[in-house]
């Protein structure tokens, strides 16, 4: 179990992130999203012990995980600029890893390897960009942490082989009891693998909840009403990510269908359709009102 307790980290004076609450149970597959710069990095690199935090703290398992390297011989952060020794090959680097993670197992280094199809004999930078990637999971699901950080872990990675890190992210989970953290800005990649979720906006949770409660908080609906029906009327109602399309309008709302019903009906509601809201949507409407000045750029 991963806590997180009233958790700021500045560099110098700029607060990356702030006051972060929360706790990730074992056995849960968490996704941290977030725009460019709003702390995704730092706080995994927090929750790893790599930084120490400014105020509160992180434990991990009940403990503080700043300096502990008992503990921090159970985390994995693998982020985007995974370091390999010069001219190693990724059984040499497997043998790195194994002499400082004590639950490192051979055999899910094989099974992997294999899955992945690379070549453990060969050297690493040799491998492309995809390869190194896969290269990096493999040392860090090998090294069987109980709590895997993974930044941008999908980065380069194929579909075929984006599909099979899924699913071998869940099973980890699942029989490991282990916490996994991506951090990503692959909303859909997210969407059919984490069970919870965690948005930073400005430095702070924006959002931290199962998907569950995310799906539950908003319905995406498609409405369509009688011709003199305009966006500025429907502006008036507080609908979210509202937009029109060709046969009448869109948008995200909170309430049930017969609820939606009675707020429209008055501007002659035709049709009502009700689905559910993607993470893309929910994500977006952070940025509800913010406008890019994307005039006269050439
Ligand atoms: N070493 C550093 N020194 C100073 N400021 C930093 C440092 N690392 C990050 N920052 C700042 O902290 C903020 C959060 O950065 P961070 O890398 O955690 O964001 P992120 O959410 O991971 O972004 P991205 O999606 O672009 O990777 C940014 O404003 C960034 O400029």
Redesign the pocket.
Known sequence: MVTLEHLTKK?AD?T?VKNLDGTIEDGCIYGLV?F???????LLKTIAGVYRADAGRVLVNGENIYENERLKSGVFLLSDDMYFLPQSTLKEMAKFYRGYYPAWSEKTFEKITALFELDPAARINGYSKGMHRQAGMVLALAAHPHTLLLDEAFDGLDLAKRRLLARILKEYAREKGAVVIV?S?NLRELENLVDHLGI?KDHVFYFNDSIEAMKRSRSKYRAQFGPDVTLEALGALHLSLLAKEDDGFSFLCEGNEAAVHKTLDPLGLTVLERMPMTLEEFFMEQREGQEDAFTDLF
């Open positions: 560099y700029f990356a977030g460019n710069g709003a702390g995704k990095t730092t951090a800005h930073i």
